[in-house]
């Protein structure tokens, strides 16, 4: 599929403040279509959720779409945040992103799952210190193409250092899904998109993209500004 070309927008600087800001103002660009794609992604991994902790078979049928469909859509969503922080088209046609390395999406999703469960039955701080440096994973999965393995080693790279901002952007997140859920649910989904507009905006401060891939699948040099 071939890349999108994208507006020559600013970045933010990599602080929890800036990228929330340039997350609002990405949303606000664009609200229709990450509203209405974000609305039915949303209700795919509740449902999976929803299943997976059901007692019953359909514990398995929910596991099931959330490793293979759940996932996929999810990181496919956030995708299109990073299209819209870089001030690309936000269009639901290029989720098909996501069938272009599919079995590496879904082993990925399983393997930073596996990480992070198993760093958070380790007193919790590992399970912490695993998810900040996997939050890249998701980009260099479906917008690099690049494996599983070598997504994770990339993202652990390119996180170094930015622990404080990753953590910080997660918990104003969760404190704005809480807002989100205090207003009769309604605010929630709009939080969650603009908690992955923040966190794509991060990437792209400081991931921007040029001609010119890097043996990894990442690019090399800066988009100019």
């Not at 795919?44 to 996932?71: E, K, M, P, Q």
């Not at 910080?168 to 309604?186: P, Q």
Request: charged content about 10%; overall charge negative.
């Amino acid at each position: 599929m071939a890349r999108q070309s994208y507006a020559l927008t600013t970045p933010p600087a990599p602080r929890v403040g800036a990228c929330y800001e340039h997350a609002l103002q990405s949303f606000a660009a664009h609200l229709a279509p990450l509203l209405g794609i974000g609305l039915v992604v949303a209700g795919v991994v509740a449902l999976a959720s929803h299943l997976t902790h059901t007692h019953s078979g359909l514990a398995l049928v929910g596991l099931g779409l959330g490793a293979f469909v759940a996932t996929p859509l999810k990181w496919g969503f956030y995708t299109l945040c990073l299209d819209a922080a870089r001030g690309g088209r936000v269009d639901a046609a290029n989720l098909i992103r996501v069938q272009d390395n599919y079995r590496e999406i879904v082993i990925a999703g399983v393997i930073c799952t596996l990480l992070v469960v198993g760093g958070l039955l380790l007193l919790v701080l590992p399970g912490i210190f695993v998810y900040t440096r996997l939050q890249f994973v998701p980009y260099l999965v479906v917008e690099e193409k690049l494996d599983a393995v070598d997504a994770i080693r990339e993202s652990f790279r390119l996180t170094r250092g930015l622990e404080g901002t990753i953590l910080g952007i997660v918990v104003a997140g969760l404190l704005a899904s809480g807002l989100g859920l205090a207003t009769l649910g309604l605010g929630l989904v709009p939080a969650l998109i603009w908690w992955d507009l923040a966190m794509a905006s991060l990437y792209h401060a400081e991931i921007l993209p040029s001609s010119e891939p890097t043996e990894l699948g990442v690019f090399a040099e800066p988009f100019p500004t």
